[in-house]
Nanobody
Framework: VQLQASGGGLVQAGGSLRLSCAAS????????LGWFRQAPGKEREIVAA????????KYADSVKGRFTISRDNAKKMVYLQMNSLKSEDTAVYYC?????????????WGKGTQVTVSS
């Protein structure tokens, strides 16, 4: 599975962005999917995760109520809708496909997309 994230950019605090992650390859629907982020000087952290069917989602406490993860197995896509963005959401965001949790470095990671929130 190969993943490519897109949709990042510069947005003002309080604004919204929608990240997309397109997958190629087989067995997309057999993987759990997640979004992680890494801010400068900080560890990579989980943002959100979605089950294989899309019926179960989990979020970091810092984004609950503001972010929504979803997937479309037919299109091989995973999304992250980000609302009410804050300056502390500024980071490079990565999508990941994995059957391990937490995902390992040798799982399928997409190249990141930069999100910058200006206050």
């Amino acid at each position: 599975v190969q993943l490519q994230a897109s949709g990042g950019g510069l947005v003002q605090a309080g604004g919204s962005l929608r990240l997309s992650c397109a997958a190629s390859g087989r067995f997309f629907s057999s993987y759990r999917l997640g979004w992680f982020r890494q801010a400068p000087g900080k560890e990579r952290e989980i943002v959100a995760a979605v089950s294989r069917s899309g019926g179960d989602t989990k979020y970091a406490d810092s984004v609950k109520g503001r972010f929504t993860i979803s997937r479309d197995n037919a299109k091989k896509m995973v999304y992250l809708q980000m609302n009410s963005l804050k300056s502390e959401d500024t980071a490079v965001y990565y999508c990941v496909a994995s059957n391990n949790w937490p995902p390992r470095d040798d799982d399928y990671w997409g190249k990141g997309t930069q999100v910058t929130v200006s206050s």
